[in-house]
């Protein structure tokens, strides 16, 4: 007993003995941790110091060369520009030059009274035979289409008049020949007439139209309809019309005469509700500045605003500054104000409190100031043409009185002569004399009339991204209108839409404009010297286009509509029209952002992104980063990678980079990395410009092809980045 209680009793001392030895181990390890931490810490805050140090030392050297840096790009730049414009003024000579000496007959539309005098003989012109007619209407069309060429250089505005007057009045006139020759034809009807059906019916095709004629000769009460196979075209109609004197037409034009009408109606629209936002915009913005103590001077904010305006205006309307001598002329003055507040900051930073857009080509300046809708007008039905785009010409679709036909009377053939010209037959109208089916007997019917139908095949030359929509021309309103037609139906594979009408319109099928924003991705590779590669993924089509010199080349796989543009070297401008007429649109304009879900950059950071994007674009590849829409608006992030040689570029070589208006800087994440980090590459410094960033890594031979780059390349190459805002609209 006593030696189990002394077993108990050692037993008890042991446990204290381990507790105690347990409780020196716990506090020796606290100690030890307390000392890791402690070190740890000490070496965080000396290794933040390092960095911070570091950091501070770049931030002063990148001070010190910022104005070195930005006027040596600002010099570089406008050396670009004036070569690029001296070289535009002299194709514009020799181009009105080559016109002038070109006497071939045709009239210079340049030239008033040339012109005037075509248009008067042509329309004293008795001629009303198809064929001779159809050449005279080639002839006009040309001088439509070089009209259009001059009105897009911008003329002064009493010029621009003058011109749209003439272009107005050769459309016109156009029109009214198609109706002359219409005429003529459906006089010698009966002449004509098909020994099968009893009725005419007859094609006539040419490079710019397709006219399709139906006379209706027998007045079969069992008549539906007709398909004219050779063309793909044909309609239905109800019985009234098949009972009564007329003809049908179908004349497909393959050029737009109406849509412009409508355009111009809405832009006059949309001009004051654009001038009313950025007053207002400019109103808030100076109460901003104001209540924040950033305005001294009343007279001095006036100034500095109309000064500002002015470069604004003048960058995106006439080129003539790059974006970077608009960033540093705001900076210089923002400065000044700011001088004592910015003293010791270090981060990066916007300067730009700018709520206008720069463009870089005629067509694809843009704007991030809210505007107001395009439509003010309350009927739902009427097309906005900003979100949609009419494609493959217009369909005139019309019904008329048939004219009288020729009698033949003891060998006499007489025909009665009627100065009305081409009658309109009215329809739907409130009473029909019908036939009746019983008796034969004529009965008026005031019923509802049915509506008429029509087929048409999608022309060969544009294509559909997604079904199209049928719109019908209102000629009071002057625009295109989605009601009266119904019960569309589309084929895809045979290419060929149908649809009923209330009444004869001329119509058009409409795309969606936007069909292919946002898009996914894009990438700008370098192929060699002058010579790059675009391409665009969207979430229909992936589009490439290749630029050598100042030329471009699209390629997209496997569409055969496409072939009269695919695959052809062309001016950036006329590509951009080439591709918008046949219904592949992947440019902006300055109403884009209204219609597509973006995300907004500052207009003049973005621009001189392309700028010095395309002063290397021999050299470096581009390409899309999904952390530029995850960082604000006054920063960038995009992903580059020296590229010398012509195939893809390695996933591995890619770099991230972000910029902003006062500092670029390379970064040490990269594009997989899971959380957003602004930290610096080892190994990089910051710079004032992009194009001094890439320079510090770039290899001899990648600056031998940056410094051997052509301007008119370089200019193509931004136009084309301007045009799609790719760092927006991805």
């Known amino acids: 007993m006593s030696a189990k209680k002394k077993g108990s009793r050692l037993s008890v001392a042991e446990k204290e003995r381990l507790q105690k030895e347990e409780e020196e181990r716990r506090l020796k390890e606290e100690e030890e941790a307390r000392l890791i931490a402690e ?20 931030e002063l050297k990148d001070r010190e060369r910022r104005e070195n840096e930005l006027n040596e790009l600002r010099f570089m730049l406008e050396e670009n520009l004036s070569a690029v414009n001296t070289w535009e003024a002299t194709s514009r000579e020799k181009a009105k030059w080559d016109r002038y000496m070109l006497c071939d007959g045709s ?20 001629e009303v035979q198809i064929q001779p007619l159809l050449q005279q209407c080639a002839l006009a069309l040309q001088l439509t289409d070089e009209l259009e060429l001059l009105l897009s250089e911008e003329p002064e505005p009493s010029l621009a008049q003058v011109y749209q007057d003439t272009l107005l009045s050769l459309q016109s006139l156009i029109h009214a020949k198609h109706q002359q020759a219409t005429e003529e034809i459906l006089k010698r009807a009966k002449a004509c007439s098909d020994i099968e059906t009893g009725n005419m019916q007859t094609v006539v095709q040419d490079e710019n139209i397709t006219l399709c004629l139906w006379a209706n000769l027998n007045k079969n009460p069992r008549f539906k309809g007709y398909h ?105 003055r923002k400065n000044s ?35 107001e809708p395009v439509i003010d007008s309350p009927e739902v039905h009427v097309v906005d043409l900003q979100q949609y785009t009419p494609l493959g010409g217009v369909f005139y679709f019309d019904v008329f ?39 034969g007997k004529v009965e008026e019917s005031s019923t509802h009339s049915p509506p008429v139908g029509v087929t048409v095949v999608l022309p060969d030359s544009v294509i559909f991204l997604e079904e199209p929509q049928v719109a019908r021309w209102d000629p009071v309103g002057q625009h295109w209108r989605t009601d009266s037609i119904m019960e569309t139906s589309y084929n895809a594979e045979a290419r060929t839409i149908s649809c009923k009408m209330e009444s004869f319109y001329a119509f058009t099928l409409l795309q969606e404009t936007y069909a292919n924003m946002p898009f996914q991705s894009w990438e700008l590779r370098p192929l060699g010297q002058d010579c790059v590669l675009f391409t665009i993924t969207t979430a229909l089509t992936e589009v490439s286009i290749t630029v050598k010199g100042d030329h471009c080349m699209l390629k997209m796989d496997q569409v055969h509509e496409l072939s009269h543009i695919l695959d052809k070297w062309m001016s950036l401008s006329n590509l951009q029209t080439a591709m918008r007429r046949s219904g592949v649109n992947i440019f902006v304009n300055e109403y884009s952002d209204k219609y597509v ?9 973005e621009h001189a992104a392309y700028e010095q994007m395309a002063l290397v674009s021999s050299a470096f590849a581009f390409s899309w980063s999904q952390w530029n829409a995850r960082c604000e ?27 902003g208006a006062q500092r670029n800087q390379r970064l040490k994440m990269t594009e997989m990395n899971e959380e957003f980090s602004s930290e610096l590459a080892n190994g990089t410094e910051f710079h004032s410009t992009f194009l001094h960033l890439l320079r510090d890594s770039m290899s001899p031979e990648g600056r031998a092809r940056v410094s051997h780059s052509h301007h008119l390349f370089l200019h193509t190459v931004q136009r084309l980045l301007c045009a799609t805002r790719v760092l927006t609209f991805s």
């Open 39 to 58: 070190k740890e810490e000490q070496e965080r805050l000396e290794r933040e110091q390092r960095e911070e140090e570091e950091r501070e030392r770049l």
């Open 107 to 126: 009239p210079n539309p340049a030239v008033q009274p040339e012109i005037n005098a075509f248009i008067s003989l042509w329309k004293e012109d008795p």
């Open 228 to 332: 004219f196979k050779e063309v793909g075209l044909g309609f239905e109609m109800p019985k009234q019309l098949a009972m009564s004197d007329i003809a049908v037409r179908i004349l497909h034009t393959h050029y737009d005469h109406l849509s412009h009408l409508s355009r111009r109606a809405q832009d006059q629209r949309r001009k004051p509700a654009r001038e009313e936002a950025d007053a207002e915009s400019l109103l808030s913005e100076t109460a901003e500045l104001l209540e924040a103590g950033e305005v001294t001077v009343e007279g001095e904010e006036k100034e500095s605003a109309q000064q500002m305006e002015d470069e604004l205006q003048s960058l995106k309307s006439e080129g003539k500054k790059s974006a970077v001598s608009v960033l540093s002329a705001k900076e210089e």
């Open 337 to 371: 104000a700011l001088s004592e507040r910015q003293e010791g900051e270090g981060q990066i930073e916007t300067i730009i409190v700018a709520s206008t857009s720069v463009g870089g080509t005629d067509e694809a300046d843009s704007a991030p100031a809210v505007v």
């Open 401 to 439: 009185r048939l004219p009288p036909q020729s009698q033949t009377v003891n060998g006499w053939e007489m025909r009665e002569l009627l100065d009305t010209g081409l009658q309109v037959f009215p329809y739907p109208s409130e009473h029909f004399n019908v036939p009746s089916s019983a008796s």
């Open 597 to 605: 879900l973006v995300n907004a950059k500052d207009p003049l950071i």
């Open 633 to 659: 608006q006054e920063h960038l992030v995009l992903q580059v990678c020296e590229q010398l040689e012509a195939g893809p570029v390695p996933e591995r070589a890619w770099s991230l980079y972000l910029l």
